[in-house]
């Protein structure tokens, strides 16, 4: 059984940088897409980031595109979002999950396609 859990979360200043990690176990982490969502208070869930198992093949919301970086260690089954130039609007619980897809070669912009989850972490961006 899949287990995630997310860490990094905390209180920023606008314009600021953070690094939220997941580490993973319970399945075989290398053969996964992996993805980043976000939910802000009173608000659905949202796509950030995915990355494919290769470590190459990312996708990214538009909101985020050239602030956030995601990254993973197949090694240390591991998965990263690097933010950086944080806003407001950024503000949330983040969550990562891993595609129900064994394979691993698309980063799925869809939550729905995504079947284990994380507890989330945390953080707000202040102005």
């Known amino acids: 059984q899949a287990r995630l859990v997310e860490s990094g979360g905390g209180l920023v200043q606008a314009g600021g940088s953070l690094s939220l990690s997941c580490s993973a176990s319970?399945?075989?982490?290398?053969?996964?897409?992996m993805g980043w969502f976000r939910q802000a208070s009173g608000k659905g869930r949202e796509f950030v980031a995915s990355?494919?198992?290769?470590?190459?093949?990312?996708s990214y919301a538009d909101s985020v595109k050239g602030r956030f970086t995601i990254s993973r260690d197949n090694a240390e089954n591991m998965v990263y979002l690097q933010m950086n130039n944080l806003q407001p609007e950024d503000t949330g619980v983040y969550y990562c999950?891993?595609?129900?897809?064994?394979?691993?070669?698309?980063?799925?912009?869809?939550?729905?396609?995504?079947?284990?989850w994380g507890q989330g972490t945390q953080f707000r961006v202040s102005s």
């Open positions: 990355l494919a198992r290769d470590g190459r093949s990312a």
């Open positions: 319970g399945f075989t982490f290398r053969m996964y897409t």
């Open positions: 999950a891993v595609h129900e897809v064994y394979g691993g070669q698309v980063p799925s912009m869809n939550s729905d396609e995504y079947d284990s």
